[in-house]
């Protein structure tokens, strides 16, 4: 189930280079999503998880955010594990995995090249995100995973990067009824490496549900 706010764009191509890297990638590999990846989750969620963008093989290739690659895995753990998802695995936009309670979104949309969007496609991104931080109730908590993610939704909010540093299991309030909670992206290298474990993970989505 994809769910997304009003404005979303499926067929969205502001960015000349991410459009072109798209066809490229279709090219290679013509049964790949390759188009932007609509947020997935509740509409009526409280908790939104902003990562950075599509995976090659993951969101990219599924067309579903966090599903098919790494990072993934620990992610939909955790969402099943507090109660988030009826299921501990996203495999497939066709799975009948459901969230309740939460969204999960990116702060770029379309997969760039080696994983590393540029600040003017960020920037040209941030429409659809503040449209998603527009539609949470007063009282939500965003949960940026990765630096990346987290100075899009500042910027998104219009708020000074510098009065509000990113750092595992930070915590700014963004005005009335928001909330920012930070952790390390889930990915492979931060995992591996141990800069993020399961446990400090883990307490991240226990202060998300404290908060919420």
């Known amino acids: ?11 969205c191509s502001r960015c000349p280079r991410l459009a072109r890297f798209l066809s490229q990638v279709k090219a290679r590999h013509p049964d790949y ?3 932007p990846v609509a947020p997935f989750g509740d509409p009526e969620a409280r908790l939104l998880i902003v990562g950075l963008a599509p995976g090659m093989h993951g ?20 969402l099943y594990d507090h109660g988030y998802s009826n299921g ?21 949309k379309c997969l760039p090249p080696e994983n590393k969007p540029s600040t003017a496609e960020i920037k040209a991104c941030n429409p659809y995100l503040a449209a ?9 908590v965003v ?11 500042l910027r998104t909010l219009g708020l000074t990067l510098s009065r509000h540093p990113f750092g595992h299991g930070a915590l700014h309030r963004l005005g009335p009824g928001l909330r920012l909670l930070d952790s390390y992206h889930c990915s492979r290298y931060n995992t591996q490496t141990k800069r993020l474990t399961h446990s400090q993970f883990y307490t991240v989505f226990e202060q998300a549900q404290a908060l919420l």
Do not use: W
């Open 1 to 11: 189930m994809e769910t997304g706010p009003q404005g979303f764009d499926p067929d």
């Open 33 to 35: 999503h390759c188009r």
């Open 59 to 78: 969101a990219n290739a599924s067309g579903r955010p966090f599903t098919g690659d790494y990072a993934g895995v620990l992610l939909y753990q955790a």
């Open 88 to 108: 501990s695995k996203s495999v497939s936009r066709d799975d009948g995995l459901r969230l309740k309670g939460c969204r999960i979104t990116n702060a770029v």
């Open 132 to 140: 998603e931080l527009a539609a949470l109730a007063g009282g939500s």
């Open 143 to 153: 949960l940026a995973l990765g630096g990346i993610a987290h100075n899009a939704v």
